[in-house]
């Protein structure tokens, strides 16, 4: 792929000429990038049609989501190796905010899935434009993990009806596995056989030749096997017709209640697909040494996500496998995504009626395969020994996806982020520092040998001083005060781990200065940052006037102490 052709500061976020890759392209990428884009179509026009029973549409609309958003994505995005397409995890969200709006499958349901497209991406757009890229921080990483491994069970056990040739069970996916066991004697065996059988066929050939669109294959062969074997009068059910061309849904049934209730839900997918396509592009990012332009990547998604609505497709997301299979493939640049939207047009054209004798059990393969990577628990199970609190963030949000739904488990991974964030943020770590002979003033309990001044305490908070923490971080300030012995004339408040203070936090550190003034402590500041610095000076309080002028370093605030 092209390295280094989109580095954040190359262009501004309303920038909408040619990409970089594009002007910098070189003829000899040609013909790999069109055998790659051959190849990541052989996967992309199964895994869509897969993913568009998730998401409760039918197959055709799985395709037309792909055109117009991985086109979108390759102009604007800043990622060369990005392919920007169906994901099952957003189809599942997609599924849960429609499903309770309208009838799966019907004309009304297609339309708010296309108008939900259309929402996220002004949603996207509209946070790119403010700068919000730092919304991907939203979820903590450990509840990241436990959704994906839960989402990704849940999206499996919702496929396992296809592959029995039952209907689906109502309740959460543990109570859908005992109802399909429960109905065991009625499952049909042609179903079972097919579906089981594409099933291992995939995992087979992704293990010993993983190059083969292992999908297309497993799709050709049962499309050929259903008339050979008369599977269709044998129970089996398939896709049926498929329209050629677009076949829209009209438009002219949305009303604004429709909208105003899908709001909701397209924040949430926001959420979720920004912190799923981000978490590639990082990782690629940080392969080729690029950066990322968080905010830009925002305005990328979002036209992304309107060229789907346009076409009534569902929201997109970036791919790891999609775009790791481009890779492999030989991609040079984002043309080989180009070449994939052309032909899945192509395919919407004129070969959809291949397609009409496509196997049900065997999407559902499809689909189940695609997902088993997500359903991983051992990386949640070694949080166990690593930190027990991030252990038990990622089981909740794994609990909440399987036993309640999709949606209980994005509410509880958010709001356990955020009590996390609080709980780190409202306890921050308030170091005693001490001098040691070679490393300068450091924290006295990593250094034993470090040693503190006679009547002297030197203290460090290591964050942000706000409105959150300022209390404790003050107390601990006091306690450190009174169990000195002898007890100190002068306090040193380190500030070079905190970037920021508001006026909350200001306020209560006044009154805290004029208290210790008055006993008669000395308090003086030490390399405190611009910001703060500038803040402080803005405050005017005649307390804080050292923190808007500090001493440069602790070393400089006691160069009047004798030294030990």
């Known amino acids: 792929?092209?390295?280094?052709?989109?580095?954040?500061?190359?262009?501004?976020?309303?920038?909408?000429?040619?990409?970089?890759?594009?002007?910098?392209?070189?003829?000899?990428?040609?013909?790999?990038?069109?055998?790659?884009?051959?190849?990541?179509?052989?996967?992309?026009?199964?895994?869509?049609?897969?993913?568009?029973?998730?998401?409760?549409?039918?197959?055709?609309?799985?395709?037309?989501?792909?055109?117009?958003?991985?086109?979108?994505y390759a102009w604007l995005g800043t990622s060369t190796r990005l392919f920007v397409g169906p994901s099952s995890t957003i189809c599942a969200l997609t599924a849960t905010v429609v499903a309770p709006l309208a009838a799966a499958g019907g004309d009304e349901y297609v339309l708010l899935t296309a108008v939900l497209s259309l929402l996220v991406g002004v949603a996207f757009i509209a946070l790119g434009l403010l700068r919000m890229g730092f919304l991907s921080r939203l979820f903590a990483e450990p509840v990241l993990d436990g959704f994906i491994v839960g989402l990704g069970l849940y999206i499996a056990v919702g496929q396992l009806p296809k592959l029995v040739g039952l209907e689906k069970p109502e309740g959460n996916a543990v109570q859908q596995v005992g109802g399909l066991l429960r109905e065991a004697g009625s499952w049909d065996l042609a179903s079972v056989l097919l579906g089981v059988g594409a099933l291992a066929t995939l995992f087979v050939l992704h293990r010993v030749a993983p190059k083969v669109p292992a999908a297309?294959?497993?799709?050709?062969?049962?499309?050929?096997?259903?008339?050979?074997?008369?599977?269709?009068?044998?129970?089996?059910?398939?896709?049926?017709?498929?329209?050629?061309?677009?076949?829209?849904?009209?438009?002219?049934?949305?009303?604004?209640?429709?909208?105003?209730?899908?709001?909701?839900?397209?924040?949430?997918?926001?959420?979720?697909?920004?912190?799923?396509?981000?978490?590639?592009?990082?990782?690629?990012?940080?392969?080729?040494?690029?950066?990322?332009?968080?905010?830009?990547?925002?305005?990328?998604?979002?036209?992304?996500?309107?060229?789907?609505?346009?076409?009534?497709?569902?929201?997109?997301?970036?791919?790891?496998?999609?775009?790791?299979?481009?890779?492999?493939s030989g991609s040079k640049s984002p043309l080989s995504f180009v070449t994939t939207a052309a032909l899945v047009v192509l395919t919407i054209l004129m070969l959809t009626g291949v397609f009409a004798t496509l196997p049900e059990p065997v999407l559902g393969a499809i689909?189940?395969?695609?997902?088993?990577?997500?359903?991983?628990?051992?990386?949640?199970?070694?949080?166990?020994?690593?930190?027990?609190?991030?252990?038990?963030?990622?089981?909740?949000?794994?609990?909440?996806?399987?036993?309640?739904?999709?949606?209980?488990?994005?509410?509880?991974?958010?709001?356990?982020?955020?009590?996390?964030?609080?709980?780190?943020?409202?306890?921050?770590?308030?170091?005693?520092?001490?001098?040691?002979?070679?490393?300068?003033?450091?924290?006295?309990?990593?250094?034993?040998?470090?040693?503190?001044?006679?009547?002297?305490?030197?203290?460090?908070?290591?964050?942000?001083?706000?409105?959150?923490?300022?209390?404790?971080?003050?107390?601990?300030?006091?306690?450190?005060?009174?169990?000195?012995?002898?007890?100190?004339?002068?306090?040193?408040?380190?500030?070079?781990?905190?970037?920021?203070?508001?006026?909350?936090?200001?306020?209560?550190?006044?009154?805290f200065v004029a208290d210790q003034r008055a006993g008669g402590v000395d308090v003086r500041f030490a390399a405190v940052h611009a910001p703060v610095r500038e803040y402080a000076g803005r405050l005017s309080l005649d307390e804080l006037a050292g923190l808007d002028d500090p001493h440069p370093s602790v070393a400089d605030a006691l160069a009047d102490r004798t030294r030990p």
Do not use: C
């Not at 899908?262 to 392969?287: D, M």
């Not at 909440?400 to 709980?423: E, H, M, N, R, W």
């Open 216 to 328: 297309l294959v497993v799709v050709v062969v049962s499309i050929l096997l259903v008339p050979a074997l008369s599977l269709e009068e044998r129970g089996v059910a398939v896709v049926g017709e498929i329209p050629a061309g677009f076949a829209f849904v009209p438009w002219d049934g949305l009303t604004l209640d429709h909208v105003i209730a899908l709001v909701p839900g397209a924040l949430t997918v926001v959420i979720v697909g920004f912190a799923e396509s981000l978490a590639v592009v990082k990782a690629y990012a940080a392969k080729d040494g690029t950066t990322v332009d968080a905010n830009r990547e925002l305005l990328a998604y979002g036209a992304a996500s309107i060229g789907s609505g346009v076409l009534q497709g569902f929201p997109p997301a970036g791919s790891l496998s999609k775009s790791a299979a481009a890779e492999s």
């Open 367 to 511: 689909v189940i395969h695609a997902v088993a990577s997500m359903i991983r628990p051992r990386p949640i199970w070694r949080l166990r020994q690593i930190r027990v609190p991030d252990f038990w963030l990622a089981a909740s949000a794994f609990v909440g996806v399987v036993l309640i739904d999709v949606t209980a488990g994005i509410i509880i991974g958010l709001v356990l982020s955020l009590v996390l964030l609080l709980q780190r943020l409202g306890q921050p770590h308030v170091a005693l520092l001490g001098e040691h002979p070679d490393r300068g003033f450091v924290d006295l309990g990593a250094y034993p040998d470090a040693a503190s001044l006679p009547g002297t305490l030197v203290v460090r908070v290591d964050g942000p001083l706000v409105f959150a923490n300022v209390d404790p971080v003050l107390e601990e300030l006091r306690r450190g005060i009174r169990d000195s012995s002898p007890r100190p004339d002068v306090v040193v408040l380190d500030f070079e781990a905190t970037y920021e203070i508001d006026v909350t936090a200001a306020t209560a550190l006044a009154r």
């Open 1 to 72: 792929m092209v390295r280094n052709a989109r580095r954040s500061g190359d262009r501004s976020l309303l920038a909408l000429g040619p990409p970089a890759w594009l002007t910098g392209y070189r003829r000899p990428w040609l013909t790999r990038d069109l055998v790659a884009g051959l190849t990541l179509w052989a996967l992309v026009v199964p895994e869509a049609m897969a993913y568009a029973s998730i998401a409760g549409v039918p197959a055709q609309f799985g395709l037309y989501a792909v055109p117009l958003a991985v086109l979108a």
